[in-house]
Nanobody, 124 residues
Framework: QVQLVESGGGLVQAGGSLRLSCAAS????????MGWFRQAPGKESDFVAA????????YYTDSVKGRFTISRDNAQNTVSLLMNSLNAEDTAVYYC?????????????????WGQGTQVTVSS
């Protein structure tokens, strides 16, 4: 059974940093795309970042470019999201996602595996 487990969320002041991690088990995703989505209260889930299976391509939504960095450790079967210069608009539940295949889309429905989410709250 495949499981994705996020960690690293919490409460941080505006301008601060957090690092989210997602550990996958039950299947190796070393050749597959992984990504992060987030859902703010009262809003739909939005794409945040994704990394291709070969780690040669990364993608970010415009609002986090230059502040967030996605990376992966295939030996550990993990993906991380380093978030810098956080602001109140980054407050959301962050979800880790994975899909079969190296291509890393920004479309939620193309990801087959999901974590349970981790809360990130940025106080202003």
């Amino acid at each position: 059974q495949v499981q994705l487990v996020e960690s690293g969320g919490g409460l941080v002041q505006a301008g601060g940093s957090l690092r989210l991690s997602c550990a996958a088990s039950g299947r190796s995703f070393s050749s597959d795309a992984m990504g992060w989505f987030r859902q703010a209260p009262g809003k739909e889930s939005d794409f945040v970042a994704a990394i291709s299976g070969r780690s040669d391509k990364t993608y970010y939504t415009d609002s986090v470019k230059g502040r967030f960095t996605i990376s992966r450790d295939n030996a550990q079967n993990t993906v991380s999201l380093l978030m810098n210069s956080l602001n109140a608009e980054d407050t959301a539940v962050y979800y880790c996602a994975a899909k079969i295949g190296s291509y890393a889309p920004m479309i939620r429905n193309l990801y087959s595996y999901w974590g349970q989410g981790t809360q990130v709250t940025v106080s202003s």
